[in-house]
């Protein structure tokens, strides 16, 4: 193994720093290898130099993959539109990207169907980027009680966040602290169905910020796998 191991060592190193310094364990904080465009080969290779857990952001990628690679822990962390939920319910450990009480019924459904309780996140947009998917601070706290009420077969493991892309990342330090505090207030509800251990923040260009900010769970692609090339997909 070459460049992927010793970029993941590097990765592991700087989160070990940080969380030192932060009185934190080093730990505490899993790294999800993101896996978009990568190959099954490069994504074996990923998982022998440790890592444990990888997500995909589209719904094809874990179908045409999941047979090809070795026993990992998937997780969805791209849009997911509700039709396609069907195809990767048995697959995943965690959806990541839940933003509407539509889509939650049809997980629901679909765990249901398939005797399961499935972990989902709720995604935030605390910067209200028209571009991007996820529900807005203030809508939070009823989308989370609408679930619970609702959807008997889901469990709520936590909150996740993509911050604005920015060449400076102590520009988005703000948001992350915003779904920090959510994290916190709604985490501290008493619910058999509610299990707040994930804080979804921070990628590649911003996951040592979103940690020293509070993130249990940094989503990184590019700085384990090099750069991407969109050529062939």
């Known amino acids: 193994m070459g460049r992927i191991k010793e970029n993941i060592e590097d990765i592991i190193a700087k989160k070990e720093e940080i969380t030192a310094k932060a009185g934190r364990n080093k730990d505490e904080v899993l790294l999800v290898a993101v896996t978009k465009t990568r190959t099954a080969e490069e994504i074996n290779e990923a998982i022998d130099a440790g890592i444990t857990h990888i997500g995909e952001n ?32 048995d697959k995943v450990y965690m959806i990541h ?40 601070t203030e809508e939070t706290g009823m989308l989370i009680q609408e679930i619970l009420k609702r959807c008997p077969h889901i469990k709520i493991k936590g909150l996740m966040c993509i911050a604005p892309f920015e060449d400076n990342p102590e520009e988005v ?17 008493s619910h058999e169905r509610l299990d707040f251990q994930y804080l979804s923040m921070g990628m590649s260009n911003d996951y040592e910020v979103a940690i020293q900010e509070g993130s249990n769970l940094i989503r990184v692609g590019t700085a384990i796998f090099g750069e991407r090339n969109y050529s062939n997909k």
Do not use: P
């Not at 179908?63 to 090809?68: A, I, L, S």
């Not at 209200?128 to 529900?135: A, L, P, V």
């Open 58 to 89: 589209k719904v094809q990628e874990i179908m045409d993959k999941f047979d090809q690679v070795k026993r990992v822990n998937w997780h969805m962390i791209g849009h997911l539109q509700t039709n396609k939920v069907k195809y990767i319910i």
């Open 173 to 189: 330090r703000g948001y992350f602290r915003q779904v920090k505090e959510l994290y916190e207030q709604f985490g501290s509800i």
């Open 97 to 136: 990207s839940v933003d509407s009480l539509k889509l939650a019924e049809e997980i629901d459904k679909r765990a249901g169907q398939s005797g399961i309780m499935m972990n989902i996140l709720i995604q935030v947009n605390a910067a209200e980027e028209e571009s991007k998917f996820g529900i807005t």
